[in-house]
C-alpha cells in the first residue's frame, strides 16, 4: 500500500517517515526526520503529478486509481507530523510541523492548479472509459472534476498565484493559533491550599496533590485541563477560587506572545479573500456548497429556527436557577456570574433530582466501558475488537485490533485517553491509514481515538463521567465510520463525508448510554461488580434532559457565532471580529460577560487548521437531528437487533462517500429526516 511509486526509489531508508507500514514505528520517529520525509515525498508527488499530466500521451488505464493514491504517502506522513506534534509536542516538534506546513500547504495549492492535470481529468472525462464507470467512480471523478473547479482549476495565472500564497498564508497562520492555545493552557497552574477545595470531588483533590507533589510543590496544582476545571467550577464552594480558574481560561489566546485575537482577524480576512477568489460571495457559501446545507444563509436559518424553538425554555430554566439561587443565598446575594453557573445548576439539579453525577463515577470505569462498548459493537455490527501490540507514542497509549464476523481483519486503531501538559484538549479521531476492497482483498484501515478523561488515581482505576462515557462512544462511531468502509476509492471512504454528515455515525452511538440494556453491558461498581442500582439510574434518565435549553443554546452560541463571522462580518470593515463574536455569543449566556471576553480566541474547531469546522460548526446541531431521529429504528427494532444493525452498516458505515449523504440516509431510514426529532428528544418541542 505504502510502497513506492514504480521508478522512485526511497531516499533515506533509515528515516522511519519513509518506511510507514501499518504497524507506525512511533518508537523511532523523531522530530528531524520529518522535514526530510516531506521534502522526499513531495518530490515523489511531483513526479507522479507530471506523469498523469502526461496521460494524454497513452490511454487513460488507472488514470482515476492514481490520482485516488496520488498523495496517500505524502498524507499519512503530514497526518503523523501533525498527530505527534498535538500529543507529545516539544519545540523540537512545533518546529519541524512549522517547517512542513509552507510546503505541502503549497503543494496541495498546486496540484489543485495544475494545468497539465486538470486537462487530463477533463480529456479523460470525455473517454467511453469514463462513461463506462460504475456508479462510485462516476461519483470520484464528477466529485474530483468539482473539487478542482472549486480549487481554482480555472482561475487566470496571477489568481493562481495569488491564491497559492493565501492558502500557504493560512496554513501557516492557523498553525500558530492551535500552538497558542495549546502553549497557554500547558502554561497555566495554580497551587492552592486544600481547603480552597472545598466540595470538590476527592478524586480530583487527590489527582491535583499527586501532581503538586510530583512537581515538588506545596498544596494542590490546578490547570485548565479538563478533568481538573470543570469539577472545580462546578463544585469549588470557594467563589473566588472558580473566578480565579474561569478567568485563566478565559485569557487563553490572549496572553502577551500567544495573542491570537490578531490572527482571527487575519483568518477571516484570508478566508474571505479565498472564497472570492474562487467565486463565491463568502467562506461559508465556498465551504458549504457540497455539504447538506448548501450554503451559509441555509446553515444561519437552520441554527436561527432552532434558537427561537429554544429561547422560551432557556428562559424559563434561568428564571428557575435565578430563584433557586436566592433561596439558597438569600435575596441580597451578589449577582450571578459566568464562573457561579455552573455551581448552581449543580446545586438546583442535586435539589431536583436528588442526583449528582459523582455518583456514577465508581461505575464507570475506563476498561469496563471500553469491554462493554466493544461488547455492544459485537452484537449490533457484528465486529470483534481485541487488544493488540505496536509501538506507541506514549506508554499510556494502547492498541487494537478489529475483525468482522468471517474474521478478516478490518482495521486498527490507537487509544491515547488522558490529559498531559504536552497533548491538545479535546477528544478526537483521525485516521492514518485507509484499507478497504483491493484487487487481492481487503486492506485494514488504521486510526486513532484521544481523549482527555479524568486519569486514574493512586488506588483507583480511571472513572468516567457519564458525558466522558459519551465521548467514547462518540468518538468511535467516527472509529467506526472509518474503520468499517467498504468503499474501493480511497478518496470516498469513510469519514472523507460532506462535515454536516460525518459527525451523524458518531452522536448515534451517545444514545446507548443511557439505556439500560447497554448499561449492563459495562456499568459495574468497580469494587464490588454490583451493576448500576435502579434507583440511580431512574435519576440518570430523570435529569438527562435537565438544563436542555442551556445545553442546547450552548451549542447554538457556538454555530452562530462561526456563521456570523463568516457569513455577515466583512473582513474590510472596522468591525473588529472578536467584539462582534462576544456581542453574538452573550444573546447565549446568561450572566454578564466582562469586556474582555473572547472565547473566540481560543476556538480551535475554527481557527487551528485552513478549513477544520470553520464555517461548519453547525454540524453538530445538523447531525444531532439525524441521529435523534436514525435511533429512533433501534429503538422501534430492538437496541441490539442484528439485522438493524447490518442495514446501518450496509447503508451508512461502510458507505462513506460513495453516494449523496441524504441518499445514505433515505437508504437506512426509508425516508427523509424527521426535523422535530432532536427537539423531541431534549424535551425541547
Known amino acids: 500500500m505504502n510502497n513506492p511509486a514504480p521508478g522512485t526509489q526511497p531516499v533515506d531508508s533509515a528515516n522511519p517517515l519513509l518506511n510507514i507500514g501499518f504497524r507506525i514505528p512511533f518508537d523511532r520517529i523523531r522530530p528531524e526526520h520529518a522535514e526530510p520525509a516531506i521534502d522526499t515525498l513531495l518530490s515523489e508527488a511531483r513526479e507522479r503529478v507530471e506523469r498523469l499530466a502526461a496521460s494524454g500521451e497513452r490511454d487513460f488505464a488507472d488514470f482515476m486509481a492514481d490520482l485516488d493514491v496520488l498523495t496517500e504517502q505524502l498524507g499519512t506522513v503530514g497526518t503523523i507530523v501533525g498527530h505527534l506534534d498535538g500529543v507529545v509536542?516539544?519545540?523540537?516538534?512545533?518546529?519541524?510541523?512549522?517547517?512542513?506546513?509552507?510546503?505541502?500547504?503549497?503543494?496541495?495549492?498546486?496540484?489543485?492548479?495544475?494545468?497539465?492535470?486538470?486537462?487530463?481529468?477533463?480529456?479523460?472525462?470525455?473517454?467511453?472509459?469514463?462513461?463506462?464507470?460504475?456508479?462510485?467512480?462516476?461519483?470520484?471523478?464528477?466529485?474530483?472534476?468539482?473539487?478542482?473547479?472549486?480549487?481554482?482549476?480555472?482561475?487566470?495565472?496571477?489568481?493562481?498565484?495569488?491564491?497559492?500564497?493565501?492558502?500557504?498564508?493560512?496554513a501557516e497562520v492557523t498553525n500558530d493559533f492551535g500552538k497558542n492555545v495549546l502553549d497557554a493552557t500547558?502554561?497555566?497552574?495554580?497551587y492552592v491550599p486544600g481547603e480552597r477545595l472545598a466540595g470538590v470531588p476527592e478524586r480530583v483533590r487527590a489527582a491535583t496533590r499527586r501532581d503538586a507533589e510530583e512537581r515538588g510543590q506545596e498544596g494542590y496544582r490546578l490547570t485548565l485541563h479538563q478533568p481538573v476545571f470543570t469539577p472545580v467550577l462546578t463544585y469549588a464552594d470557594d467563589r473566588e477560587l472558580r473566578r480565579e480558574l474561569w478567568e485563566a481560561q478565559t485569557r487563553v489566546g490572549q496572553e502577551p506572545g500567544r495573542d491570537n485575537r490578531p490572527l482571527?482577524?487575519?483568518?477571516?480576512a484570508l478566508r474571505r479573500?479565498?472564497?472570492?477568489?474562487?467565486?463565491?460571495?463568502?467562506?461559508?457559501?465556498?465551504?458549504?456548497?457540497?455539504?447538506?446545507?448548501?450554503?451559509?444563509?441555509n446553515a444561519l436559518r437552520f441554527e436561527r429556527d432552532l434558537e427561537a424553538r429554544t429561547r422560551p425554555a432557556f428562559e424559563r430554566e434561568n428564571a428557575e436557577l435565578e430563584a433557586f439561587y436566592h433561596v439558597q443565598a438569600g435575596q441580597d446575594a451578589?449577582?450571578?456570574?459566568?464562573?457561579?453557573?455552573?455551581?448552581w445548576a449543580e446545586k438546583q439539579r442535586q435539589a431536583k433530582y436528588d442526583f449528582d453525577e459523582e455518583a456514577l463515577r465508581p461505575y464507570f470505569a475506563l476498561d469496563n466501558v471500553l469491554s462493554g462498548l466493544f461488547e455492544l459493537s459485537r452484537r449490533i455490527f457484528g465486529?470483534?475488537?481485541?487488544?493488540?501490540?505496536?509501538?506507541?507514542?506514549?506508554?499510556?497509549v494502547r492498541f487494537y485490533d478489529i475483525h468482522d464476523e468471517a474474521g478478516t481483519h478490518v482495521a486498527s486503531f490507537y487509544t491515547d485517553w488522558f490529559p498531559r501538559d504536552t497533548k491538545r484538549g479535546g477528544a478526537w479521531m483521525n485516521a492514518f491509514i485507509t484499507g478497504g476492497p483491493r484487487e487481492n482483498g481487503t486492506e485494514p484501515h488504521l486510526g486513532l481515538m484521544c481523549g482527555n478523561m479524568t486519569p486514574p488515581g493512586e488506588d483507583t482505576p480511571a472513572l468516567l463521567s457519564v458525558r466522558e462515557v459519551e465521548t467514547v462512544f462518540h468518538e468511535f462511531g467516527?472509529?467506526?465510520?472509518?474503520?468499517?468502509?467498504?468503499?474501493?476509492?480511497?478518496?470516498?471512504?469513510?469519514?472523507?463525508?460532506?462535515?454536516?454528515?460525518?459527525?451523524?455515525?458518531?452522536?448515534?452511538?451517545?444514545?446507548?448510554?443511557?439505556?439500560?440494556?447497554?448499561?449492563d453491558l459495562f456499568a459495574r461498581h468497580y469494587q464490588t461488580g454490583e451493576a448500576l442500582p435502579e434507583d440511580l439510574f431512574r435519576k440518570l434518565v430523570d435529569a438527562r434532559n435537565y438544563r436542555a435549553g442551556n445545553v442546547a443554546m450552548r451549542q447554538y452560541s457556538f454555530g452562530l457565532t462561526d456563521l456570523t463571522l463568516h457569513v455577515e462580518y466583512d473582513p474590510q470593515s472596522e468591525t473588529d471580529p472578536v467584539a462582534l463574536a462576544r456581542e453574538t455569543m452573550a444573546r447565549f449566556i446568561s450572566f454578564p460577560l466582562p469586556e474582555n471576553y473572547a472565547q473566540v480566541a481560543s476556538f480551535g474547531h475554527l481557527f487551528s487548521s485552513p478549513v477544520g469546522y470553520g464555517a461548519g460548526y453547525y454540524s453538530y446541531k445538523w447531525a444531532e437531528v439525524l441521529d435523534a431521529d436514525a435511533f429512533s429504528r433501534f429503538a422501534d427494532e430492538g437496541l441490539f437487533n442484528r439485522e438493524t444493525g447490518r442495514s446501518y452498516v450496509d447503508t451508512i458505515l461502510s458507505r462513506g462517500n460513495s453516494d449523496d449523504p441524504a441518499q445514505l440516509y433515505r437508504d437506512f431510514m426509508g425516508r427523509d429526516p424527521d426535523a422535530d426529532a432532536l427537539l423531541r428528544r431534549t424535551g425541547l418541542l
Do not use: C
Not at 482571527?264 to 477571516?268: A, F, K
Not at 479573500?273 to 456548497?289: K, M, T, V
Not at 451578589?334 to 455551581?343: I, R
Open 383 to 396: 465486529i470483534t475488537v481485541t487488544e493488540a501490540q505496536a509501538p506507541g507514542w506514549h506508554p499510556e
Open 334 to 343: 451578589p449577582e450571578l456570574q459566568p464562573w457561579d453557573g455552573p455551581y
Open 478 to 519: 467516527h472509529l467506526l465510520h472509518h474503520a468499517m468502509s467498504r468503499v474501493p476509492v480511497r478518496s470516498l471512504s469513510g469519514t472523507q463525508v460532506p462535515w454536516d454528515f460525518v459527525e451523524l455515525p458518531s452522536q448515534i452511538m451517545e444514545n446507548w448510554v443511557m439505556e439500560r440494556e447497554a448499561l
Open 89 to 170: 509536542t516539544s519545540p523540537e516538534w512545533q518546529a519541524a510541523r512549522k517547517a512542513i506546513i509552507p510546503k505541502t500547504s503549497a503543494f496541495y495549492t498546486e496540484l489543485g492548479l495544475h494545468p497539465g492535470l486538470w486537462a487530463a481529468l477533463k480529456a479523460f472525462a470525455e473517454t467511453d472509459a469514463a462513461r463506462a464507470l460504475d456508479p462510485v467512480r462516476a461519483r470520484h471523478l464528477k466529485l474530483t472534476i468539482d473539487g478542482f473547479r472549486r480549487g481554482g482549476a480555472d482561475l487566470p495565472g496571477d489568481k493562481k498565484a495569488r491564491l497559492t500564497e493565501v492558502n500557504t498564508r493560512l
Open 273 to 297: 479573500e479565498q472564497a472570492e477568489l474562487l467565486g463565491f460571495r463568502n467562506f461559508a457559501d465556498y465551504i458549504l456548497e457540497d455539504r447538506m446545507a448548501g450554503g451559509g444563509d
Open 186 to 190: 500547558a502554561a497555566f497552574e495554580l
Open 264 to 268: 482571527v482577524r487575519e483568518i477571516l
